[in-house]
């Protein structure tokens, strides 16, 4: 049965909290229990902006050609045009329980797959290929981050399943994205939340330590000023608005082609959305 809109309500209510539930994974067997109810199975990846990308594109020695070259938004538009099921939600539930003022609380999950036929068709609609990647380009307009992968909160939430044929991308802001909860959730499940393979951020010399990257950037806090000069820790999930507001070209984003390739096998594994 499709979750009622009173129960969407009062989830929206106790979203602030997420961050405290986070901590409550940290303590032994609260934590196991929640990673069973909402995690187990999950497959995440953030995906860097490709606005980012476009500054600095390694694919690989052996491949010189333009041609050759990939942007993380194509690992999106390929499972969109792979999957038979497809459908927006009317709303992110992020930025509408936190009543977001800086990006469209609007641009909500894209879902795809066999478990999308559940959904409260309250919540969203059904859509095609066509739009859900024209959706997704909007998204992208709007300065949002691509998630993407299996993840079993969702169909909690929801409640769909199986939760392998429901394929989650997220369309994220830093200021309310669920995963902002990751500098305090337990390791183990933060380890399910990765970068894109391939994917490497690095300073250069030309950082001057201005601190602009450390302003309401970062998901996950992972860059910080130190000694004058932006240092990136090992929280960092690659997504690339650290290279896009740096104003010295200082922070670069190095992909490899390889990564491409194998962020499409991992997601393929673990969600079917034919």
Not at 4 to 10: H, K, M, Q, S
Not at 74 to 103: G, P, T
Request: glycine letters at 8%; proline letters at 5%; hydrophobic letters at 40%.
């Amino acid at each position: 049965m499709a979750r009622p809109l009173w129960f969407v309500a009062l989830l929206k209510k106790t979203f602030p909290n997420t961050r405290i539930i986070a901590k409550l994974t940290n303590v032994p067997i609260i934590g196991g229990i929640i990673e069973r109810m909402l995690f187990e199975g999950d497959d995440i990846i953030y995906l860097p902006k490709d606005s980012a990308a476009h500054k600095t594109i390694t694919i690989g020695k052996s491949l010189e050609r333009p041609t050759d070259t990939v942007l993380p938004s194509q690992i999106v538009d390929e499972f969109i045009k792979k999957a038979n099921y497809h459908w927006i939600m009317n709303f992110c539930i992020c930025r509408d329980s936190l009543q977001c003022k800086d990006y469209p609380i609007d641009y909500g999950c894209l879902f795809l797959g066999e478990a999308t036929l559940g959904i409260n068709p309250n919540l969203g609609r059904k859509v095609t290929k066509e739009e859900a990647l024209e959706y997704v380009k909007k998204v992208r307009e709007a300065g949002l981050v691509h998630l993407i992968g299996r993840n079993k909160l969702d169909s909690v939430w929801l409640n769909v399943g199986p939760g392998e044929k429901l394929l989650t991308i997220c369309n994220c802001c830093p200021c309310c994205c669920l995963w902002r909860m990751l500098p305090d959730i337990t390791p183990h499940i933060g380890e399910k939340v990765t970068k894109m393979p391939g994917v490497e951020i690095r300073v250069n010399d030309s950082c001057i330590g201005c601190g602009k990257c450390t302003q309401n950037v970062c998901f996950v806090d992972a860059i910080h000023i130190v000694k004058g000069r932006a240092v990136i820790g090992k929280n960092c999930r690659a997504c690339g608005r650290c290279v896009e507001v740096c104003p010295n070209d200082a922070i670069e984003i190095h992909i490899d082609r390889a990564g491409y390739d194998i962020a499409l096998e991992r997601i393929a594994k673990v969600v079917d959305v034919e």
